[in-house]
């Protein structure tokens, strides 16, 4: 038999570092501070090769995801540089299909720690996140329409959220109105408004919780709940049964219950 090898080496990077941790967390940071971490081609290609080796890397249980500098986590498209487009826009893509885990079969938990300005294309990573946590001086807005655009792509993954009011209000304004942490906290969209200098810390944290639980469990209930969102309800509930017959025998037998009874729990 062939003994186990230690983890895979991280591909190259251009716009984000990416660091993993003994405790199996994926920790990668949006690197282009001077560009308000706005994403171009370059970030496009890097996410795509990051969830490729998260799904494949048995060694990731969790990934994080942050942003360098102090004004924002991500402002979206960067306009001045752009990102490559299809002479036939028939063949155009989304640019959701290289940022957003879930679309790219990666069903590794995401944690995202947001601070600061999280606008428009943003919304990619925070729409596919399975828990945000943010800085007490996070806003987020869309500022399509401002600019003359239409807002449907990062709205339509925001809509199975949070209520459809708050989406169109945030639509609909653009730039002149921004939501604050503590609303975002208020309908649901981040689950947790930290001081800012604890924000990396408490992504952290959370994540290395999930982290160390079976990760068969954590992701066949990641993969299950998020692909009930493009199904009916029984086709959805057929689902989750066949991953839970797939997924329990293997989580739980490595799980040690008088150890999980005797653990300390926090109380929110």
Same mark, same amino acid.
């Given at each position: 038999m062939t003994p186990p090898t230690g983890p895979s080496e991280l591909p190259d990077f251009g716009t984000i570092l990416a660091e993993l941790g003994e405790d199996h967390v994926l920790t990668v940071t949006l690197n282009r501070p001077e560009r308000l971490n706005a994403f171009n081609q370059q970030t496009l290609d890097d996410f795509a090769a990051l969830w490729r080796y998260a799904a494949q890397e048995d060694a990731v249980h969790v990934v994080v995801l942050q942003a360098e500098g102090e004004r924002a986590f991500c402002t979206g498209v960067d306009v001045g540089e752009g990102i490559d487009r299809h002479p036939n826009p028939f063949s155009d893509l989304d640019p959701g299909t290289s940022l957003s885990p879930k679309l790219n079969r990666c069903w590794k938990p995401l944690v995202c720690a947001v601070h600061g300005m999280v606008a428009g294309g943003a919304l990619y990573w925070l729409n596919e996140a399975d828990l945000i946590v943010a800085a007490e001086d996070a806003t987020f807005f869309d500022p399509?329409?401002?600019y003359g655009m239409v807002a449907a792509l990062e709205p339509i993954g925001l809509v199975r $959220? +949070?209520? +459809? *009011?708050? @989406?169109? $209000?945030? @639509?609909?304004? *653009?730039?002149d109105e921004r939501m604050s942490a503590r609303r975002a906290l208020e309908i649901g969209f981040v689950s947790e408004v930290v001081e800012r200098e604890r924000l990396r810390e408490r992504a952290h944290e959370l994540a290395a919780l999930i982290a160390a639980k079976p990760p068969v469990a954590v992701q066949g209930s990641v993969r299950a709940i998020w692909e009930s969102l493009d199904t009916g309800r029984s086709q959805a509930l057929a689902t989750g049964l066949a991953y839970t017959q797939i997924g329990n025998p293997i989580g739980k037998a490595r799980i040690d219950r008088d150890a999980v009874k005797n653990r300390k729990y926090e109380v929110r």
């Amino acid at each position: 038999m062939t003994p186990p090898t230690g983890p895979s080496e991280l591909p190259d990077f251009g716009t984000i570092l990416a660091e993993l941790g003994e405790d199996h967390v994926l920790t990668v940071t949006l690197n282009r501070p001077e560009r308000l971490n706005a994403f171009n081609q370059q970030t496009l290609d890097d996410f795509a090769a990051l969830w490729r080796y998260a799904a494949q890397e048995d060694a990731v249980h969790v990934v994080v995801l942050q942003a360098e500098g102090e004004r924002a986590f991500c402002t979206g498209v960067d306009v001045g540089e752009g990102i490559d487009r299809h002479p036939n826009p028939f063949s155009d893509l989304d640019p959701g299909t290289s940022l957003s885990p879930k679309l790219n079969r990666c069903w590794k938990p995401l944690v995202c720690a947001v601070h600061g300005m999280v606008a428009g294309g943003a919304l990619y990573w925070l729409n596919e996140a399975d828990l945000i946590v943010a800085a007490e001086d996070a806003t987020f807005f869309d500022p399509h329409t401002t600019y003359g655009m239409v807002a449907a792509l990062e709205p339509i993954g925001l809509v199975r $959220r +949070i209520p +459809i *009011g708050e @989406v169109l $209000r945030m @639509v609909l304004l *653009g730039n002149d109105e921004r939501m604050s942490a503590r609303r975002a906290l208020e309908i649901g969209f981040v689950s947790e408004v930290v001081e800012r200098e604890r924000l990396r810390e408490r992504a952290h944290e959370l994540a290395a919780l999930i982290a160390a639980k079976p990760p068969v469990a954590v992701q066949g209930s990641v993969r299950a709940i998020w692909e009930s969102l493009d199904t009916g309800r029984s086709q959805a509930l057929a689902t989750g049964l066949a991953y839970t017959q797939i997924g329990n025998p293997i989580g739980k037998a490595r799980i040690d219950r008088d150890a999980v009874k005797n653990r300390k729990y926090e109380v929110r």
